[in-house]
């Protein structure tokens, strides 16, 4: 039988630890004729969540990135895949899930840009005088503009039509309509929810999900 010699690198995974890891190990020969040792390539292409040193959200890497950081000690382990591991020629160790950065990184997070669609993104895509999320939705002025109210994150807010009718050019005090969250300049973590789409159990907690 042919062998089939993988590539073995030597590094050093949290903290005096070491092993060897073979970037090639799905592709594992089999043993005696026995059904192969095979690992799905997709893994390492899994998601995950990068903490700030001080545990602020800032970005989602590859798998394997998150190992060359940790195995490199630029990163530790926050959370960790109960349902996986990463198989090495010697043994198994956690697949990674949230890690944390050693040390702060200064993030220069893009400004987001105040517009019809992400003023819906804030809100959810629900009015925010009586919840329904039932399309038409149009973008409502707190304060009217014709009372002086300007085109900011904190006077624009997610209405439906009919609520925008009912509301007219009055402010929510004098059409008795209680917003159901004040509208604010958003915060980059909610962008970087939306971009994730469905978000692993473990990252809630570090995106304010719970």
Known sequence: MRKVHAKILVVYYFHHRSFA?????????????????????????????????????????????????????????????TSKVIRTVRSNYPFPSVIRLCAYLRVPFRKIELSRKNIFRRDGMRCQYCGTQHPPLTVDHVIPRSRGGGDTWENLTTACIRCNNRKGNRTPDEAEMRLLVLPKKPHHVLFLKHNLGKVDDTWRPYLFMD
Request: hydrophobic residues 40%; charged residues 20%.
């Open 21 to 81: 890891f073979s970037k090639r190990y799905h592709q594992r020969a089999p043993l005696s004729g026995g059904p192969s040792e095979t690992t799905a390539v997709s893994s390492l292409n899994a998601k995950v969540l990068i903490l700030n040193q001080s545990y602020e959200p800032i970005s989602v890497c590859s798998a394997k990135k998150a190992l060359m950081l940790l195995f490199l000690t630029k990163a530790e382990m926050v959370e960790q895949h």
